[in-house]
């Protein structure tokens, strides 16, 4: 950004505090919202103004700790390949990880999309391989076409693990917790896909504007100013700042795809319980990928990691260094809890940039 543009972003969200007459409370959904917050150091330049809370965005952090040991029951299970993404490897079961499982001999493989998965089936017909498909609906459009693919093609040895979320209902559940909000960063990948007009009926309920905005940080400074303008003139709306990407319908192929395969459905998260409506599970026909059928995992009993605030940090209710553990028995190199594990965790963020 040229000293020029953020002399006159800052400018606009000075103006817009001073006829809101108040400092205004705003969450960044979005995991990677939070990092390029902290690494740019945005929060020292409006902190007068803003008091800017991590939300719910990050997909590794919410994965319910009851899916983390059900993944590790996965890859125990002699014969099973686990193909996952990178975080996901070192996020701490109550006992172990999927490191630690796969340093005892297990087979994890950290691969980069479903498709990697799915070859790794086909490249050994005599073993079962596992994705775990985690995320928002970013990365379940690319899952769903993955699983077309697998059912089309009667590739046999391949299955999901299923645990996608949705973020407007997860946006509701924080609204309707003990957060005071004047308003959402969107976050800009989901937007893309779920369109600006998804949180619509969000904004009519709860009169909390949106703003899907990017990743640059001139992008998140630009979108706080577009929604504290929102905020002065006394408004409600879900607006767009990044244009580049972001339309109000959003992608509906990709949508169409998603729906396709899967079906909304209730959904356990970090922190936040169970929400109604805010998963996606496996539609009928396609419930022969399903490995916790497949492999008839047990029912996993309600359970935390002692001591970890992750939840809390998830809820925008605790900032990461106020956690008793943070810095001290939870770093980078020793997590406690996932939020501190994920490239998108806000106690990473907090730990690495302060």
Known sequence: MRMQSLEHVLSRIRKASGEIGRRVRVMEVCGTH?????RAGLKPLVRDEVALVSGPGCPVCVTAQ???EKMLLLARRPGVTVA????????????SSLERARAEGADVRVVYSARDALELARSDPSGEVVFLAVGFETTAPGVASVALEAAESGTANFSLLVSHKRIVPAMAAVLDGRVAL???????????????GAYEPL???????????????????EGLAMLLEIVAEHRAESVIQYTRAVTPGGNARARDIMMRVFETADAEWRGLGVIPGSGLRLREEFRKLDAEE??????????????????????????????PLFGNRCTPESP???????SEGSCAATYRYG
């Open 66 to 68: 009851r899916d983390i």
């Open 84 to 95: 996952t993404f990178g975080d996901m490897v070192r996020v701490p079961g109550i006992n």
């Open 203 to 221: 904004v009519r309920e709860y009169g909390v504007p949106c703003v899907a905005t990017g990743f640059e940080p001139c992008d998140v400074l």
């Open 294 to 323: 497949r492999f008839s995992l047990p029912e996993v009993p309600p359970t935390e990691i002692e001591g970890c605030a992750c939840g809390e940090v998830l809820k925008g209710l605790l900032d990461p260094a106020h956690c």
């Open 34 to 38: 939070t990092h390029v917050i902290a």
């Open 182 to 196: 004047d308003g959402f960063l969107t976050p800009g990948h989901v937007s893309v896909i779920i369109g600006s």
């Open 336 to 342: 406690v809890g996932p939020c501190m594990v994920s």
